[in-house]
């Protein structure tokens, strides 16, 4: 018999005669005539009752049977009496697929979210985890339909790299050598890395195939241990050819909208948890999303807003910082109480690539500000001009010889093109109102943490 998940056969609307059912034991509650055991197998937040008789081949293995025991179970689906669930199982069978220790650390209460940091391997099996781990697959199919759908290619963006996208130093190093030996002579003849960004790989994809996007593993040594960083994380990446600042933030606006419908269609139920549990605020937040549309404001006018709101910031504001946490979030959360994109910000704290704007003093960048969250999207309108290029490189003293391939792509064909970065994590936060990016991830690498 074809095992049938509990997701499944909860949606059914009528009985089933026969039914193989195979989880995990949450609960088990003995009277004198029959065991309830309370089975989940990961497939939906909801458990279902199995109803075990001392006939019952198998019936022997209950003793055996405790919190955290893999099961096998056939036996008819039919209508029950108790209250919170409209079917429950009638076990014909039962078998002990797996045996669980009484020391089990998982009961049946709440336990921290710190102490379950410290069992990440256990953790997805309890009701929050095995729901964000669920929305986390939901999403990224999402995006990657969105993406079908809008008639972008997925490409694949090396993990190894010998450019540093960003700039800012902030990488993990790759090397079969020791610290003495030259890079010249290690694995690939010159310093590598694991990197922080596809996108320069994503714009030589776009340059040829128009509208591409990839979505995967990003690494950055940043030794910081905030609630929003980690070491390991994902990140989509999204390049658009003949694409202006503008259509890049439309793309943007259009994928956080869809991904949201779309969550809120098809994890219901897990969406609920958090909303009931996590953050009271969720589903006002979601809708936000989903429903108004996005401001668009320029950095000049966002940082006059803040420098006249009455409230103290810890980082005092002035034209040219690159703001703050705490100063995106007041514009998203209490200013506008939506979603913001901030556009045209000073040269000065932006990367390299940017298109330089008519003032000379500002780049056409972008980032999209969310509540709670800050800032969930990066992104600009890429400099598509060789000469303006070559400036802006050597004003930051970054060798051309490094970026050959790079400088070939303005030297034949070059046309106006945009992307962005989205932080796959933080866009979990914001769906389910978890504060902390090691939350969202199954097994998070942060300074000092490479457990599991």
């Known amino acids: 018999m074809k095992r049938t998940k509990i997701k499944a056969l909860l949606a059914r609307t009528a009985p089933l005669e026969n039914v193989l059912i195979k989880g995990w034991v949450r609960t088990r509650r003995d009277t004198k005539e029959f065991s309830f055991i309370e089975v989940n197998d990961g497939s939906c937040l909801a458990s279902i009752q199995v109803i075990v008789d001392a006939g019952t081949p198998g019936a022997e293995f209950l003793p055996r049977i405790s919190t955290g025991a893999a099961v096998a179970v056939t036996g008819e689906m039919v209508p029950s009496p108790g209250k919170g669930q409209a079917f429950e199982i009638r076990s014909r069978g039962l078998e002990l697929v797996g045996t669980s220790q009484e020391a089990y650390p998982l009961q049946k209460k709440r336990h921290s979210d710190e102490f379950l940091r410290t069992i990440a391997h256990l953790r997805p099996r309890t009701n929050k985890y095995g729901a964000i781990m669920r929305i986390r697959s939901k999403t990224s199919h999402l995006i990657h339909r969105f993406f079908e759908e809008e008639g972008f290619f997925l490409i694949h963006t090396p993990i190894i790299t010998g450019s540093d996208c960003e700039g800012a130093g902030e990488m993990f190093r790759i090397t079969t050598v020791s610290g003495s030996t030259p890079a010249s002579d290690d694995f690939f003849g010159q310093e590598t890395n694991l990197t922080v960004s596809g996108q320069l790989s994503a714009e030589m994809m776009a340059l040829a195939l128009g509208d591409v996007y990839t979505f995967g593993p990003t690494f950055r040594a940043e030794n910081s241990?905030?609630?929003?960083?980690?070491?390991?994380?994902?990140?989509?990446?999204?390049?658009?050819?003949?694409?202006?600042?503008?259509?890049?933030?439309?793309?943007?606006?259009?994928?956080?909208?869809?991904?949201?419908?779309?969550?809120?269609?098809?994890?219901?139920?897990?969406?609920?948890?958090?909303?009931?549990?996590?953050?009271?605020?969720?589903?006002?937040?979601?809708?936000?999303?989903r429903d108004d549309a996005y401001i668009r404001l320029s950095y000049a006018d966002a940082v006059e807003i803040l420098l006249k709101a009455k409230k103290p910031f810890d980082y005092p504001v002035s034209f040219g910082i690159d703001l703050q946490s705490e100063h995106e979030r007041y514009l998203a959360e209490e200013h506008f109480k939506k979603p913001v994109f901030l556009y045209n910000y000073p040269k000065g704290i932006k990367p390299f690539y940017m298109r330089m704007n008519d003032d000379g003093e500002t780049v056409a960048a972008m980032d999209l500000l969310v509540p709670r969250i800050g800032e969930l999207i990066g992104g600009s309108q890429r400099e598509e001009r060789e000469d303006k290029l070559q400036e802006r490189m050597q004003a930051l003293n970054l060798p051309e010889a490094d970026y050959w391939w790079y400088m070939d792509s303005r030297r034949f064909g070059s046309v106006p093109h945009s992307g962005f970065g989205l932080g796959f994590e933080r866009l979990l936060m914001l769906l389910t109102g978890i504060s902390n990016i090691r939350d969202v991830i199954a097994f998070p690498r942060t300074p000092g943490s490479i457990d599991f």
């Open 225 to 289: 241990n905030t609630s929003r960083h980690a070491a390991e994380f994902w990140m989509l990446e999204p390049e658009m050819a003949f694409c202006d600042l503008t259509g890049n933030m439309d793309i943007a606006e259009a994928l956080i909208k869809y991904v949201v419908q779309g969550v809120l269609e098809s994890c219901a139920e897990d969406i609920a948890l958090f909303a009931n549990f996590v953050d009271k605020t969720l589903m006002k937040t979601l809708t936000s999303l």
